[in-house]
């Protein structure tokens, strides 16, 4: 059986190492917590389809190794994406830290329109934060990106997140404003361009 959906987005999940990206994505994915999870060796992928504004999305999801070592096998997977959630642990400035470099990236490999979302995870471990809500908020505004803390132990805001991002590229789109190779419209079997 084929399926069918109106859209067909890529997205990324990026950022630094432990900072549970596979854990948000296998929380979006399967609805639960991943207890048994290891650093990502390379690239992991998973996909789902959504309802957006009346509209199905298929999302492509690629999660990214957030080691340094792997930074350059993963840095082909940027191309084409339309959507990234940046991902850092509430509980880690060293993840935080490394935010900057990883924007940078999304922007320059995947495209200047890239949809992302900062997504600080492990909201569940408030009593250990180092970096406060209001400290990535503000760094968010500063470069343009949407913003949500996250759980991928509770599933806390991680349906959201992708929802949100993939809401925000459906509305560029319809408005014209997103015209990137990246997207692939389904039903008239167009490529967007």
């Known amino acids: 059986m084929t399926e069918t959906y109106d859209f067909l987005f890529k997205f990324l999940v990026i950022g630094s190492a432990g900072s549970g990206k596979s854990c948000l994505l296998h929380q979006f994915i399967e609805n639960k ?73 999304a922007r320059t490999l995947a495209s200047p329109n890239i949809v992302i979302i900062l997504c600080g995870n492990k909201k569940d471990l408030e009593a250990d934060r180092e970096v406060t809500f209001l400290e990535a908020s503000r760094f968010a505004q500063e470069n343009e990106l949407m913003f949500l803390e996250t759980s991928a132990l509770t599933g806390e805001n991680v349906e959201e997140a992708f929802l949100k991002c993939a809401r925000t590229i459906l509305n560029k789109i319809e408005s014209g404003n997103f015209t990137e190779q990246c997207v692939y419209y389904r039903c008239a079997g167009i490529h967007m361009t």
């Open 33 to 105: 917590f991943k207890q048994d999870s290891s650093h990502t060796i390379g690239v992991e992928f998973g996909s789902r389809v959504v309802m957006v504004a009346g509209k199905t999305v298929k999302l492509q999801i690629w999660d990214t190794a957030g080691q340094e070592r792997f930074r350059s096998v993963t840095r082909s997977y940027y191309r084409g994406a339309a959507g990234a959630l940046l991902v850092y642990d509430i509980t880690s400035r060293e993840t935080y830290n490394a935010l900057t470099n990883w924007l940078t990236d």
